[in-house]
T-cell receptor
Framework: AQSVTQPDIHITVSEGASLELRCNYS??????LFWYVQSPGQGLQLLLK??????LVQGIKGFEAEFKRSQSSFNLRKPSVHWSDAAEYFC????????????FGGGTRVLVKP | DTEVTQTPKHLVMGMTNKKSLKCEQH?????MYWYKQKAKKPPELMFV???????INESVPSRFSPECPNSSLLNLHLHALQPEDSALYLC?????????????FGSGTQLSVL
C-alpha cells in the first residue's frame, strides 16, 4: 500500500526566514502529489500539486515544491515566511489504482516566531 | 461560488442523541466526501459519494449514516455516538472522482460527544 511520510512533526521558523517541509512517499510508480495547508479550526486548502512534467511547481501564497523521483520526495519551500503561514501542512498522494483515494501524511505544524 | 459550507460549526451531543451534520456546495461538483479529523492528526476518509451514489464506505460504524439528497447536499446522520467520536468532521467536494482532483474543503463541524 502507498504511504506518505512527513518526518518533521513541528518546525519553528523566524518571520522572513526560509522554510522547507519534507515529504517522502512510498509507491512503485509516480503518484499524483499534493500539498494542503490547514489553519487552526479550518478546513484544508490546496497549495499546489504535481502530476508530471516540470519537477518544480509553483503554488499559491508564494509556495513551491520540487519533485525528486530518485528520492521519492516532494518537498515544499517558501523563500520568506510570513506570520500568516503558521499552520498545519499536509502532503498527500493520490493513486488511481488505489480507488482514486487520497492518502495524507501525518502533517507538519509550522510555528512562526516574530 | 467556490465554497463548501458546513453547519453547524460546533455541536455538543450526548451519547443517546440523534443529530445531523450538513454540507452544501454549489460548484457543480459531482463527488462529495466526509472526513474525520482528530486533533493533531491528518483527515481520515469516511465516505465518498459520486453522482449521488455511495461509492466508498471506509468501514465506518453504523452509528454514522451518510445521505446525499441531491448533487449539492451531503448529510451525516449521527446516532448513539461514543466519546471517542469527538473530532472535527470535514466535508469536501471535487469536480469528479479521480486521483488528480483538487479537494475543496469546508471549515468543518467540531463535534463533542459527552
Amino acid at each position: 500500500a502507498q504511504s506518505v511520510t512527513q518526518p518533521d512533526i513541528h518546525i519553528t521558523v523566524s518571520e522572513g526566514a526560509s522554510l522547507e517541509l519534507r515529504c517522502n512517499y512510498s509507491y512503485g510508480a509516480t503518484p499524483y502529489l499534493f500539498w494542503y495547508v490547514q489553519s487552526p479550526g479550518q478546513g484544508l486548502q490546496l497549495l499546489l500539486k504535481y502530476f508530471s512534467g516540470d519537477t518544480l511547481v509553483q503554488g499559491i501564497k508564494g509556495f513551491e515544491a520540487e519533485f525528486k523521483r530518485s528520492q521519492s520526495s516532494f518537498n515544499l519551500r517558501k523563500p520568506s515566511v510570513h506570520w500568516s503561514d503558521a499552520a498545519e501542512y499536509f502532503c498527500a498522494v493520490g493513486i488511481k489504482a488505489a480507488g482514486n483515494k487520497l492518502t495524507f501524511g501525518g502533517g507538519t505544524r509550522v510555528l512562526v516566531k516574530p | 461560488d467556490t465554497e463548501v459550507t458546513q453547519t453547524p460549526k460546533h455541536l455538543v451531543m450526548g451519547m443517546t442523541n440523534k443529530k445531523s451534520l450538513k454540507c452544501e456546495q454549489h460548484m457543480g461538483h459531482r463527488a462529495m466526501y466526509w472526513y474525520k479529523q482528530k486533533a493533531k492528526k491528518p483527515p481520515e476518509l469516511m465516505f465518498v459519494y459520486s453522482y449521488e451514489k455511495l461509492s466508498i464506505n471506509e468501514s465506518v460504524p453504523s452509528r454514522f449514516s451518510p445521505e446525499c439528497p441531491n448533487s449539492s447536499l451531503l448529510n451525516l446522520h449521527l446516532h448513539a455516538l461514543q466519546p471517542e467520536d469527538s473530532a472535527l468532521y470535514l466535508c469536501a467536494s471535487t469536480l469528479d472522482r479521480g486521483a488528480k482532483e483538487k479537494l475543496f474543503f469546508g471549515s468543518g463541524t467540531q463535534l463533542s460527544v459527552l
